[in-house]
T-cell receptor, first 114, second 115 residues
């Protein structure tokens, strides 16, 4: 079965500092991993995905994620956080057989303080 | 913003009633997936429609049903509403490619409150 885990309910970081939001995965077969962001009262917005290729994936709004097969992790990163990055972040993995079925983590709330 | 739209934005129903939620997919997308996001949780997959046929279902009872129309828009119907059905309902559209790696694009959601 496919699943992802986000071990931190909340991450606090000062503006201008680097940020990391953690995600670990459990899959059978090749992992197809995604990050989405959700602002209050809004739907999910796609940030980036890993399908294959380079372990460092670059996405929207300056975010990037590092795929680590040995640690089964797919952590979201940004070199310099902005207050406007404050939101709820979800990691997701695609089902191996139903390609449009995603399994989402429980979410991590990112708070960026001025 | 994606081209996925959902209506209504908010809805209040009472236990036992029935509700219909609507979704218009992004132009060119023929697949619609529905998710339920309870407060403080990640989205849970309800089901998916591809070319007007249900194509995969999550762990939801039969009182959750859906339709997809020839223009690829979709409806989610929930019968015999229960208090636990209160949630944000998200629709996502995509267009499977040969590699089946396409991204899902989400609408803004419908907030359903069951009293």
């Amino acid at each position: 079965a496919q699943s992802v885990a986000q071990p931190e309910d909340q991450v606090n970081v000062a503006e201008g500092n680097p940020l990391t939001v953690k995600c670990t995965y459990s899959v059978s077969g090749n992992p197809y991993l995604f990050w989405y962001v959700q602002y209050p009262n809004r739907g999910l917005q796609f940030l980036l995905k890993y399908i294959t290729g380079d372990n460092l994936v670059k996405g929207s709004y300056g975010f990037e994620a590092e795929f680590n097969k040995s640690q089964t992790s797919f952590h979201l990163k940004k070199p310099s956080a902005l207050v406007s990055d404050s939101a709820l972040y979800f990691c997701a993995v695609r089902d191996q057989y139903n390609f449009n079925k995603f399994y989402f983590g429980s979410g991590t709330k990112l708070n960026v303080k001025p | 913003e994606t081209g996925v739209t959902q209506s209504p934005t908010h809805l209040i129903k009472t236990r036992g009633q029935q509700v219909t939620l609507r979704c218009s997919s992004q132009s060119g997308h023929n697949t619609v997936s529905w998710y339920q996001q309870a407060l403080g949780q990640g989205p849970q997959f309800i089901f998916q429609y591809y070319r007007e046929e249900e194509n995969g279902r999550g762990n939801f009872p039969p009182r959750f049903s859906g339709l997809q129309f020839p223009n690829y828009s979709s409806e989610l119907n929930v019968n015999a509403l229960e208090l636990d059905d209160s949630a944000l309902y998200l629709c996502a559209s995509s267009s499977p490619s040969v590699a089946n790696t396409d991204t899902q694009y989400f609408g803004p959601g419908t907030r359903l409150t069951v009293l």
